[in-house]
């Protein structure tokens, strides 16, 4: 299995909170992602990173910030928790672009 | 951009019947194709995947999917399920020459193996 942790994996909140996910990978992989998973829209992409502080955005991402100041991490915020944003996230790696992405194992973020 | 569409959410076969998990995208680009895998309660596991080459590509539990360009559909097929194959499998696509492999995914679909 690839090298992917996420912290925490399960979380409550309460809606209007910041709220920190974070991605860390042992296989100093270039290319780091971060997606939801919410029934009836299997998963989708929410942003993501090709390098040390370089990120873009995906499909999603309104209401979600990230970083990524070292390889090894990467971390998605919602600056102010939202009950829309229940949902269970996934981080994945990836070596190159056409490599095969590993998913993380998932935070369940439930917003109250 | 691309989209996905898995026409069928729910699955249910016997054990040992074939099945065909569907599975059309659009893109205006030319596209890599995959299947992912998601036990309860695990992350998504590569099952296979076409990037180039031969249509037909195989998984090393007896999965099968192909490439059809002109159908622009990526089915899964498998001969013979077993109970172990019970999981929700997600078809996605990515753009080729895009940089970082954005996957765009379908809504899934339920396979359930009856005894």
């Known amino acids: 299995d690839a090298g992917i942790t996420q912290s925490p994996r399960h979380k409550v909140t309460e809606t209007g909170t910041p709220v920190t996910l974070r991605c860390h990978q042992t296989?100093?992989?270039?290319?780091m992602y971060w997606y939801r998973q919410d029934p009836g829209h299997g998963l989708r992409l929410i942003h993501y990173?090709?390098?040390?502080?370089?990120?873009d955005k995906g499909e999603v991402s309104d209401g979600y910030s990230v970083s990524r100041s070292k390889t090894e991490d990467f971390l998605l915020t919602l600056e102010s928790a939202t009950s829309s944003q229940t949902s269970v996230y996934f981080c994945?790696?990836?070596?190159?672009?056409?490599?095969?992405?590993?998913f993380g194992p998932g935070t369940r973020l439930l917003v109250l | 951009a691309q989209s996905v569409t898995q026409l069928d959410s729910q699955v249910p076969v016997f054990e040992e019947a074939p099945v065909e998990l569907r599975c059309n995208y659009s893109?205006?680009?030319?596209?890599?194709l995959f299947w992912y895998v998601q036990y309860p309660n695990q992350g998504l596991q590569l099952l296979l995947k076409?990037?180039?080459?031969?249509?037909l590509v195989e998984s090393i539990n007896g999965f099968e999917a192909e490439f059809n360009k002109s159908q622009t559909s990526f089915h899964l097929r498998k001969p013979s399920v077993h109970i172990s194959d019970t999981a929700e499998y997600f078809c996605?696509?990515?753009?080729?020459?895009?940089?970082?492999?954005?996957?765009?995914f379908g809504q899934g679909t339920r396979l359930t193996i009856n005894p």
């Open positions: 996605a696509v990515s753009g080729r020459g895009q940089g970082a492999q954005k996957l765009v």
């Open positions: 893109s205006s680009v030319s596209v890599y």
């Open positions: 076409y990037l180039s080459g031969s249509t």
């Open positions: 994945a790696i990836s070596g190159t672009s056409q490599e095969t992405q590993y």
């Open positions: 296989e100093n992989h270039r290319y």
């Open positions: 990173s090709y390098g040390v502080k370089d990120t």
